[in-house]
């Protein structure tokens, strides 16, 4: 029974995707549940996979082809009666005609592998049975070396090409790539994007982490890293600055003002950027958080992320002091209205007091949209973030 294998529907604001990858080649016969091809779209991937046994008889789109909600990109002969092919959202049609195998007395797979391959039936000598062809019979045909062609003269050498062409090389953008771009440039198309700066001795928190890291490890089963003392702080600024953790709805004319506090963890790829969301973290734990962004760390390098890991989000934390940035104005993720950027630590000379000593310094950035955000606002909400991760113990107590 041939079946449609059908683009799923993968979100309200998905509707078309693009073909990253075919798991598998016309002819080859395929299992229920086993990956087929898998799709592309401006947020994650998804792999459509076979709940019936068969053959993958036909390829309709192929790799880098744009594709919409619904459409069918291949074909599949179920070998199962009744059976269907599906995604966890997608579905199965039943109405694609079988291909056309001519007058040749042939076996469901050797047919399909025939017309994938484009080799007439009519050519094929069957060795089953009857004379009826089977897949080796079809394999044996593909196999056969065709005829050499006759030789031909060697072109003339080509000119040697002139200084201005330069080798170069064309590589497609992928689509994860083109909507960041596209996100990034409305963010600087709508948004009046300001950034302020401040520096934060890291001292204490430094102390504090060495001196609580194995103890904390062995109860919680994580590590204590940086990030869950500067969602804490973050969230002690938000709290104290709302306007902060805002956005605006540019059609009716409103500010609206986030009662939530979902903190988005910038997660740099090789293909990208992604945002993954911590949902309330406000309510979590440094234990809890530190295990949520180890989760969401590790699904986004899997390329396991959703929807749900993705969307929402009502402020923004990156750091690229991981890459050894010490200092940036990083981009707003539209339509949140803040970001901070965290980076290197360096041991630098500062005063404390009346004497110059040494201490481990991070140049902190807040990049905001001065449509509602004073920059006095911004720079007391950085500051505050500065006061909080320099006496980590109030982190407590800021709830």
Known sequence: MPLEIVVPQMGESIVEATVAQWLKKPGEAVKAREALVELETDKVNQVIE??????????????????????????????SPGSSLATPSGSAKGDTPAPASGGADATPVA?????????????????????KIGKADVEAKIATPKAAAPP???PAPLPPAPPSERPIERIPMARKRKAIANNLKNAQNTAAILTTFNEVDMSKVMELRTRRKADFE????????????????????????????AEIDDARGEIILKKYYDIGIAVGLEDG???????????????????????LAGKAKEGKLGLADLTGGSFSITNGGTFGSMLSTPILNYPQVGILGMHNIVKRPVVVGDE????????LALSYDHRIIDGSTAVRFLVKIKELIEDPETLLLEG
């Open 111 to 131: 047919a399909a592998m025939a017309a994938a391959n484009n080799v007439p039936l009519d050519g094929v000598a069957g060795t089953g049975p009857a004379g």
């Open 218 to 245: 062995s109860r919680f089963g994580v590590g204590l890293g940086f990030m869950s003392f500067f969602t804490k702080a973050t969230i002690g600024a938000l709290k104290q600055f709302p306007m902060v953790n």
């Open 273 to 295: 950027l992604v945002v993954p969301i911590i949902r309330d973290a406000d309510k979590l734990s440094f234990a809890a958080i530190e295990k949520k962004i180890k989760e």
């Open 356 to 363: 110059i000593v040494i201490r481990p310094i991070m140049y």
């Open 50 to 79: 076979a709940d019936a046994d068969g053959v993958l008889t036909q390829i309709l789109a192929e790799v880098g082809a744009t594709v919409a909600v619904g459409q069918a990109i291949g074909v599949i002969e179920a070998t």
């Open 152 to 154: 031909v003269a060697a």
